[in-house]
């Protein structure tokens, strides 16, 4: 009787383990084992090569540091830009106020749109071969024709327009996080300030900021993981799995599979690539911890 | 009295910047969406010389071509095929084993429930190389099976968590009373525990949903046929094809949109409390 209702248990999480095996811990560990071959995906003999893979990333590979590069750049811009508007947003929502419902709304709409969609809908705003897109049109408009020109496609502006697009499309789950942090701080905090004379600055130094600081801690760590691993808006934008002047890891990941069918390569930068994501939200996190005890 | 006046215009004054800076950024959200729509109904000739928001002349064409001729009917079809599979897939195969590890006993569980907890946490950043790799052995490499199965596995984590946290909360009362009355385990789960969750399901259903519709990367490597693509890889071989006809793009890329806005507006309330939710476990 105990045997057949362990049995009968074990029936119920059995779907959930066989796929999460198959399809998650299967490819898991081959591409630890992979990452130690030189294999170009067809023939059935692969050529064990240690670490000699990972020896090329570190120490030959500029395409790959610079694509790290880029992503570090985009990252930094959602860490400070990005996540600067969805706080203001936020904090603006925050009060008693009739629209609020409205605008959370319709901050929303950019981060439940595909990577692709937005990227080949600003594309056209900002990039169409033709040159004769909406944004130049604007800047001609106002008298700042100078500034018109082919925003993706020069290397200088390239990298930054990626980011600008990207923090349009994440801004309002950041926002979304931050309003639902304020909102779980009492109010009778900031009256009881507003009683002992507490400026509107005062009351955000002294009691916003610092009962915001674990979200806040929590919105950058998703904020760089998600944005180090963003690469389909970039596709959108430029046209291609290349990505050109601004190709991101992942998109080297896929150019050493599909490209140049470096299967082996291609594993050992995405161990690498994850490596460097774990560390990064590691240190954050430390961070976070130490900001506490202070 | 005047100090009265003073604060009064002072807080009117603040109002009308906080409300305007609101505006601005929602006008923001929305151009590129209404551009998009405009653009779909204009043709190559007029995209460049009318750049009205309301088109001086409404040309359905696009949509007709796109349909028709581009196979974007076809596309649009298989991307609703995916996501209603996947999501039927995930409810089921989640919500079955989140019932196990919240009510029942077994050897493993938590090793196992640990290990789905892991899942959610650990990048793996070039796990498409392997997966590529999975389905070819299986012969499931380029079959609509091979990419459910995939995504299936993808959503798992995260519902089982939601669930498991939401069957936890439940009170037994209800499933004890339907054992007495002589239901089976499953029997349970599907008459009990399945409709007393209706809440937490609309998010799974939601999040996941969007999460397949707008999948890229492993539909990418997954098809080559054509014929079995969705939406989001369709529409990069579509740019890569016609590469200057924005009329059309625009109108496949307001095909691919247009969906997943509705639903969003209609399940609204269940993708911003699970978004607020997700954020304070996390």
Redesign the interface.
Known sequence: MKIKD?L???C??L???T??T???????F??FQ?GLFDWD?ILPTKIFVGLANFKEIIFQDKSWWQSMGNAGWVTLIALTFQNA?AF??AM??D?EMK?KN?????????P???????G???G??IN???G?N?IN?MLIGIGLPQLAHSWLNDPKTALTTVAIVHC?KGF??GF??FL?GLQTIPRELYEAARVDGANAWQQFKGITMPLMVP?IV??AI?TV?GTM?A??LI??LV??ELGGHTSV??LR??AS??GSSR?GY??A???T??VV??MISFIQYRFSQKGKHN | MNTSFYYKTKKISINVL??A??LA??V???F??L??IA?SFKTQETI?SD?SLIPKQFHFMNYWIAIKECDFGRYFLNSIFYTVSVVCGIV???S??A???SR????GKNI?FY??MA?MM?????????????LNKLHLRNTPLGYI??M??VG??TS?FLLKTFFDKMPKELEDAARIDGCS?LGI?WHVALPLSGPVLAVVVVFNA?AV??E??LAL?IFDTKTSMPL?VA??TF??EF??N?PL??AG?TI??VP??IL??VM?KY??KG??QG??V?
Not at chain 1, 102 to 110: A, E, S
Not at chain 1, 112 to 118: A, K
Not at chain 2, 122 to 134: D, E, R
Request: net charge positive.
């Open positions: 362990t009968e248990n074990y119920f999480v779907p959930a383990i796929i999460f198959v399809f998650y811990i299967i490819p898991f081959w591409v992979l995906g508007l203001l947003l603006a929502c009060r629209m409205f605008y959370r709304v319709i901050f929303f709409i950019p439940v749109l595909s990577e692709i969609v937005v080949m809908v600003w056209f705003i169409d071969v033709s004769a909406i049109r349009w309002g789950w979304l996080i639902a979200v929590l919105v998703l993981l691993q690469f389909a596709i959108g046209g291609g890891p992942v990941i896929l599979m599909r299967f291609a594993c930068q995405g161990i690539f994850g994501l774990v | 906080i409300h800076f609101l950024v929602a923001t959200c929305l590129p969406l551009w998009m653009s460049f750049i089921i195969v989640s079955l084993a019932y196990a590890f029942f006993k077994f050897p196992f290990m789905f899942a650990i990048p793996i950043p070039g796990s498409f190389v392997a997966l590529y790799i999975l199965l995939c299936i596995n798992l984590s089982i385990k789960w969007l519709w707008n890229y990367i490597i989001q529409l990069q740019q890569g590469v200057t924005y793009l625009m890329l691919a949109a997943i806005i969003y507006l609204q993708i911003i978004v607020t954020a304070v996390g």
